[in-house]
């Protein structure tokens, strides 16, 4: 697939989104580079002792990673599930110490609550909760530029359009967002957007990953983003260090792809 018709299949090309404001754009960069697929590896919860490992794995690479963190997993009063267990949580001192090595640190939740499941207005609260938070305590933080990730990418409509109303896009469950396909297409600019994700667990999804991975290769182009958790033996669906240094160095070396975090790609816009 040639770059022109890459971004006819995105949806790029609109009346609303002509090639000559696109042009101007980073995105429009990757394309000229002979880019057709974008792959995000979206890490979510916030553990510790594996964000900072997999940050270093990025950093080995050149790349960002794409953490996102439940707002009050490190303060008291949160309950711990059995997958986040207590004490494993880092804190905004660690995700500033991130952000400042330039990894991208978005919000996962105020308390990793399936939203879907409690009050309508009480999973509103717990939405701003979170944005406020990450207000508060992340340096430079901007609600209107942040991905909002759904715990358990559970969602339904009115939650998304009530996070739209404060953030550029949400990511959810693929199965929820995506119609008969398992990539997104990449963001309009003048649109906030639904993205879809898939995740693999609860034991070691190593397996997982590389097939998902080799089956996007395989076709034409898109954006993939694959929702992941700990390394190792942190988490729901852990993915080991050593599998996720092999995944970087080979991928980095995919003239057509690009492996970009979530916010970076609206950033480019």
Known sequence: MNRRDFIKSTGLITLGVGLYSFAEAG???LFAEGKTHILTLSFDDGFKKSFYRTAEIHEEYGLKACLNVVA??????????KWIKEGLIGN????NKLKDRGHELMPHSWDHKNLTEIPINEAKENIDKCLDYFEKNLDSFKA???VYNFAYNASNQELEDYALKRVRAVRTGGWLVLQNTKYNKLPDISKQSRLGCWSYGPDMCDNNIESEVNEFLSENGGWLILNLHGLDDEGWGPVSSKYLDILLKRLVDIKNL???PTGEVFRML
């Open 144 to 146: 209107s530029e942040a």
């Open 258 to 260: 690009a492996l970009l």
């Open 92 to 95: 905004f001192d660690d995700w």
């Open 27 to 29: 995105l429009h960069r």
């Open 72 to 81: 009050m997993g490190n303060t008291p009063g949160y309950i711990s599930e």
